[in-house]
């Protein structure tokens, strides 16, 4: 983080600090001690803070910041101008007695926190950062009241015919307290994505500082608020001290900060500080700083002059009692005076308002009771009224009828309260149209919370309400169903579609209305709020019945917004009509179900021999050894043992062949896929039982490698069974074609990550890389007799079951691996 160059500063505060009263020249000492050895070590210390010099920046590291040093400037003249009001306003303030005395300090605390509070935010305005930044109005707001209640104190202490040690520490204290409190409370004010941290060790520096600079400033004003020594070097030279003061206080709790990537945060209230309203607040500041010193100024030339006069009226008297007329002469002379200074009061009051009718904004005041006595002449020219016409509650002509109501129902609640009022209303010109405006109001409390008097803005906002209804219009359009949904899921906004197609109004949908559209196996409430509850984005698919009652497939995307603490604030979402793509899909489903039951019957036909062979062994040992037992009953002396052990096999080759034909047949049977629990190696064992002749007469030497104890898959058994007839029928095919080579098939089984594998590899020549990357695209085949769908079948059957297929690269053959996940048991 680049920092302002301190050395200057410290040389700076040495000329001004050797200037100092003798009755405070430790303190300069001290003061000069503190810049020299502190900040040499802060810029040092910053520097670390934020990793300059490193040339990466982390992921957790800081952001890093620069200053913009015309802006700097700027600030820390704000301060040297608000110190110099303060010192002038001092004396004001100390000559002054009962109403008037308060009227100084009030006038004086405001236009001095009004300074202080505007180089607190210049200077936090002219750091940089490569995120956007915007300010909690509120909190801002906060501040200058802060910085205010800060130079009350100030100016009271420093005010007062006696201050001692004690009141001189007491004072500095609150007031330090203060100034540290509005620099730490306007940091607070910044919304950007980041997180903001603070080194402990300059944050106590800085408050340390604040305290340590209110104290030599009590004293510097203190010094010279009496008006005998008042000269414009030596209170210049204590407002640059006391400004630089400020300014290091400052610019020390800045270096205290550092800023950390965060998510977005929360811009409710928040406001993006333009360049405009950046060089608004200098200027409206140095106006009111001009006018306090102004005001001052010419209190003080009027009271010295009356001060003068009434000298000059008591000589004239002591020395002239008996001339009657020369003492007339004395009073008509001070009485135009007082005229004068009174006129001179006026202008300067002219001005000033002057001044508040010239900022490009609608600005009024009023009474606790909630009537207006002040618009000024932006107001009153984009009305048309005159001053008078709004006093009391007039104003309330200009409010469209549409939003009476409304808006005088939430400014009374607001009176009543004292809570902030901040509405859009539409407000009606001089030429009859209306327009929309953002209208804030703040309330003015004493020391007791008593409401003094009503402050408040117009801001038009008519073009941003035109770009937000032109964003409606776009979200009407949408060929999508938009919704907004509060975080428990109750919905706040539908779009028009969403009404359209629903034939609801506004009020039947909002809230959980929108429930009672969905078709009732979808519209398990309970479900739909565990969703909202959980907070994570979700989809779900659903029958949403249209406005002739007729439902239609839908997909509900929704999506949470989340604050800086990462709480759900609101969930958007869409519901998009996939109707035509579910029938598509189940169109789709039957056809690959039909092409699948074509490819087994086509694998069947290919196995005929085999099968046959199969079923002609047990049938052929049946015949056998029922001749045999025909021989025996017809003996004359039967062995009943023989007898009965022919009997036994031919139950068990018929029971062999009735399983052979049971296997066949559910390859063979069209029906819908079933899903249970299997184990794997069973599936497996049963593909090889039904090809264990079509492997014996190709010369195929099978071996196996099945894993035990291995967790069960849930699957369709005849639809696995047909992915392993297909690889090994494959695998046979191809071994056949390496005459010269020992034809071995393995198959294995294990467990992995991801669940169940199965393996199943050749001894053949293997597969083309080039081919490799086609061979499960459908109706693609290297056999002049195939068709080229049982892979692309074997693969989409291992992807319907949450599986995948994949052609694994081998030096030995060719190498078929598909993975399957496995049961969950609660």
């Not at 009404?499 to 559209?517: A, F, I, P, Q």
Request: net charge negative.
């Amino acid at each position: 983080m680049p920092h302002l160059d301190y050395t200057i500063l410290a040389r700076a505060a040495y000329t001004v600090t050797a200037s100092f009263p003798p009755r405070i020249q430790f303190l300069g000492r001290a003061f000069r001690a503190l810049i020299s050895v502190f900040f040499g070590s802060a810029y040092k210390l910053c520097g670390e803070e934020t990793g300059e010099g490193s040339g990466v920046i982390s992921a957790n590291a800081a952001l890093p910041g620069t200053y913009d040093y015309g802006e700097v400037m700027r600030s820390v003249f704000i301060a040297f101008a608000a110190s110099y009001a303060a010192l002038d306003l001092t004396g004001r303030v100390t000559i002054a007695n009962d109403r008037v005395r308060l009227a100084w300090l009030g006038g004086g605390a405001t236009a001095m926190g009004i300074g202080v509070w505007a180089m607190h935010l210049k200077g936090m305005l002219a750091f940089r950062l490569p995120v956007p930044v915007e300010y909690h109005w509120p909190t801002v707001l906060a501040s200058l009241l802060l910085a205010i209640l800060a130079s009350a104190v100030g100016l009271y202490v420093a005010s007062r015919q006696k201050m001692g040690l004690v009141e001189a520490v007491t004072g500095s204290i609150f007031m330090g307290a203060g100034i540290a409190g509005l620099h730490y409370l306007g940091m607070t004010a910044m919304r950007l994505p980041a997180t903001t941290r603070y080194s402990d060790f300059l944050v106590m520096c800085s408050i340390a500082l604040a305290i340590l600079f209110s104290l030599i400033a009590l004293l510097l004003a203190f010094d010279l608020r009496e008006e005998t020594k008042w000269t414009v070097p030596r209170r210049l030279g204590s407002a640059i001290v006391m400004g630089a003061a400020v300014s290091a206080m400052h610019y020390t709790g800045m270096a205290a900060a550092s800023f950390i990537p965060a998510p977005p945060p929360d811009l409710s209230h928040a406001v993006n500080i333009s360049s405009l309203a950046n060089n608004g607040i200098v200027i409206v500041t140095l106006i009111v700083i001009v006018a306090a010193i102004t005001t001052s100024s010419v209190d003080r030339r009027a009271s010295t002059e009356v001060h003068r006069l009434n000298r000059d009226l008591e000589r004239r008297v002591a020395e002239r009692t008996q001339q009657l007329e020369a003492v007339n002469q004395a009073l008509r002379k001070e009485i135009a005076e007082r005229q004068r200074a009174e006129e001179e009061v006026r202008r300067s009051e002219d001005r000033l308002r002057l001044v508040i009718d010239t900022i490009p904004q609608q600005i009024w005041s009023g009474p606790p009771d909630g009537s207006l006595d002040f618009c000024n002449s932006q107001w009153l020219s984009y009305t048309g009224l005159k001053q008078e016409e709004v006093q009391g509650q007039g104003w309330q002509r200009m409010l469209h009828p549409d939003d009476g109501e409304r808006v005088l129902a939430a400014w009374r609640e607001s009176v009543a309260k004292g809570t902030p009022y901040e509405q859009e209303e539409r407000h009606r010109s001089a030429d009859g149209r209306y327009r929309w405006f953002l209208v804030r109001g703040v309330a003015l409390t004493d020391s007791e919370g008593n409401i003094v008097r009503w402050y408040g803005t117009n801001t038009d906002i008519e073009d941003r309400k035109e770009a937000e209804n032109r964003l409606r219009l776009v979200i009407d359009t949408l060929p999508v169903l938009v919704w907004s949904k509060l975080p428990d899921g109750s919905a706040d906004f539908l779009n028009q579609r969403f009404l359209d197609y629903t034939g609801l109004s506004v009020e039947e949908g909002l809230g959980w209305g929108w429930m009672n559209e969905f078709h009732p196996e979808d519209r398990a409430e309970e479900e739909w709020r565990a969703a909202f509850a959980a907070g994570e984005p979700f989809e779900r698919e659903a029958h949403l019945r249209r406005a002739d009652g007729v439902y239609r497939w839908f997909l509900l995307r929704a999506v949470p917004l989340r604050d800086e603490l990462g709480n759900v604030v609101k969930w958007y979402g869409t519901s998009t009509d996939i109707e035509d793509r579910k029938r598509a899909e189940e169109a789709l489903s039957e056809a690959q179900n039909k092409l699948a039951q074509v490819t087994r019957t086509q694998a069947m036909g290919e196995l005929a021999a085999a099968i046959a062979h199969e079923v002609n062994q047990p049938l052929t040992a049946i015949v056998t050894n029922a001749n045999f037992s025909l021989r025996q009953l017809k003996a004359s002396n039967p062995n009943l043992d023989e007898l009965r052990t022919a009997i036994t096999e031919i139950v068990n080759d018929g029971t062999r062949a009735s399983a052979v034909i049971s296997r066949i047949r559910g390859l063979l049977v069209t029906g819908t896929s079933r899903r249970a629990e299997l184990n794997i190696n069973q599936i497996i064992q049963e593909v090889i039982t039904l090809l264990r002749n079509e492997l014996s007469r190709n010369h195929v030497y099978l071996s196996t490698e099945l894993a035990a104890n291995l967790p069960p898959v849930q699957g369709d058994p005849v639809q696995l069974q047909q992915v392993l007839i297909n690889l090994i029928i494959n695998a046979i095919e191809a071994m056949r074609l390496a005459a010269q080579q020992p034809r071995k098939l393995l198959i294995r089984s294990a467990k992995n990550a991801d669940g169940v594998v199965v393996q199943v590899q050749d001894s053949g020549p293997g597969i083309d890389q080039v081919l490799g990357d086609r061979i499960f695209e459908p109706f693609f085949t290297t056999k002049a007799e195939g068709i080229g769908m049982g892979l692309s079948i074997s693969h989409s059957i291992i992807e319907s079951h949450g599986g995948r297929l994949s052609l694994v690269s081998s030096s030995h053959g060719a190498l078929f691996e598909f993975v399957l996940p496995v049961t969950m048991n609660d």
